[in-house]
């Protein structure tokens, strides 16, 4: 399987947001993309754009102060 | 069957534009959200930052109000081009270093470039004429429109039928007789709309949704600009600015120090690019350096910094300053008394 990391550590939100609506707009649908965060947040955040954009959080991590965010990519209208 | 035509709906987490957006889907309009960030948002950040606050629930309330409305959001960075609007805003500040009038026309002059790139026929805002004191007013409304270069593009449904017939309306894409008449600073009737549509749980922020709005903050940044000698900041100043007790004690310099465990964790992440002080022999906050200093003013500065320690009552503390190419130096210092700080240290 296709996968990206993508690093938004010290970023607070919604910039984490913000990167990953557009590192996914370069997406093909299927793509895995793994997001490393330090703001809490993205807990909340990101999940919500998700189920509004059509993407699916597979998986979340949190490991002393990172929180990483795995995401399939849906597809598109 | 016809497409549904589209609006772009300015997006702010706030009641006023879930309500506008909602009223406008409610007319078979697609509908999808534009929220704007200028690095001045109060969403997020500070919540982020402080640990009293880690226990909150946090969210994104412009996320929030989209995922009620079942429509997408698109986030959009506009920090570096907002300052020009913050620098110099046409209209003037309002009763702080808030640009409200200057704003609203960037933000919607960038969503009628957003709509003209993907295919949206409107604008939509949640404005009501006479909610706002600057940017929220039947003088002002018209401005907005036709500054931004919205002109007819740009419709409120919130009251819109206090307003001119907008082409939405004109063209019969919308039912002018199912918008409303709102106007003033009562949010009854807002309210009353939201338990219509069944809206519970909404955003009531106090102060408005943006920073530029609070007169501390507005001190801060208006220190910033008099040492800097120009206005100017980056990302990471108006980050600073939310975090931290600020005192400078001489033109050339500022201290940022933390006042909490939260607020230390973050400033640690900037000890790369600011000198830092921290007390060793006691425990104590961390503070950052922004500006220039000698060997006096750090030895001034770890006396503050000692101050806000446990060790404020010690004959002497232990503190270490760390340069930004990570050399350490250790000094051994008397904690400023409280008169030996000047009130108007403090920004």
């Known amino acids: 399987m296709n996968r990206i990391e993508l690093d938004c550590r010290r970023l607070l939100c919604p910039m984490p947001v913000i990167r990953v609506q557009n590192r996914v707009a370069e997406l093909e649908a299927g793509v895995v993309l793994e997001v490393y965060c330090t703001d809490p947040g993205v807990l909340n955040d990101v999940p919500a754009w998700c189920r509004i954009n059509g993407h699916k959080v597979i998986e979340t991590r949190s490991e002393s102060g990172l929180y990483v965010l795995v995401i399939e990519v849906g597809e598109s209208e | ?347």
């Not at chain 2, 409305?69 to 609007?85: A, M, N, P, R």
């Not at chain 2, 309210?191 to 102060?207: N, S, T, V």
């Not at chain 2, 949704?209 to 208006?222: G, I």
Request: with cysteine.
């Open chain 2, 1 to 347: 069957m016809n497409q549904p035509r589209k609006a772009a709906a300015l997006i702010s987490g706030g009641l006023d534009s879930l309500l506008a957006a909602k009223v406008m889907l409610e007319q078979g309009i697609h509908v999808e959200g534009i929220n704007f960030y200028t690095g001045f948002c109060v969403e997020g950040h500070t919540h982020a930052i402080r640990k009293k606050d880690q226990k909150k629930p946090k969210r994104n309330n412009a996320l929030w109000v989209a995922e009620q409305l079942g429509i997408k959001l698109h986030i959009i960075d506009i920090v570096e081009q907002y300052k020009e609007v913050v620098f110099n805003p046409k209209h003037g500040y309002g009763a702080n270093l808030n640009p409200c009038l200057d704003c609203k026309i960037f933000m919607v002059s960038k969503a009628l470039e957003w709509i003209k790139a993907n295919g949206f026929d409107f604008i939509i805002t949640g404005e009501v004429i006479g909610q706002r004191p600057m940017s929220q007013r039947k003088e002002t409304l018209p401005v907005v429109a036709g500054e931004s270069g919205a002109e007819n593009l740009l419709l409120r449904p919130l009251c819109a039928k206090n307003l001119p017939e907008t082409l939405p309306e004109s063209a019969g894409w919308v039912d002018r007789e199912r918008l409303f008449d709102f106007s003033g600073r009562s949010r009854k009737p807002q309210m009353a709309l939201a338990q219509r549509y069944g809206f519970e749980d909404y955003a009531q922020p106090a102060g408005g949704c943006c920073f530029l709005t609070d007169a501390q903050y507005s001190v801060k940044l208006a220190d910033l600009w008099k040492a800097r000698g120009r206005k100017q900041y980056e990302m990471d100043d108006i980050m600073l600015l939310k975090v931290g007790r600020h005192l400078r004690p001489t033109p050339d310099f500022k201290l940022i120090i933390s006042r909490e465990e939260g607020e230390g964790n973050f400033l640690q992440g900037y000890r790369k690019q600011f000198p830092s002080l921290r007390t060793i022999s006691h425990p104590g906050p961390l503070a950052l350096i922004d500006g220039k200093v000698d060997d006096q003013d750090i030895e001034l500065a770890a006396r503050l910094i000692a101050r806000y320690s446990q060790g404020r009552e010690a004959e002497q503390v232990e503190v270490e300053y760390t340069a930004t190419n990570g050399e350490l130096r250790s000094l051994e210092v008397s904690p400023l008394k409280p008169h030996e700080i000047p009130e108007e240290w403090f920004i």
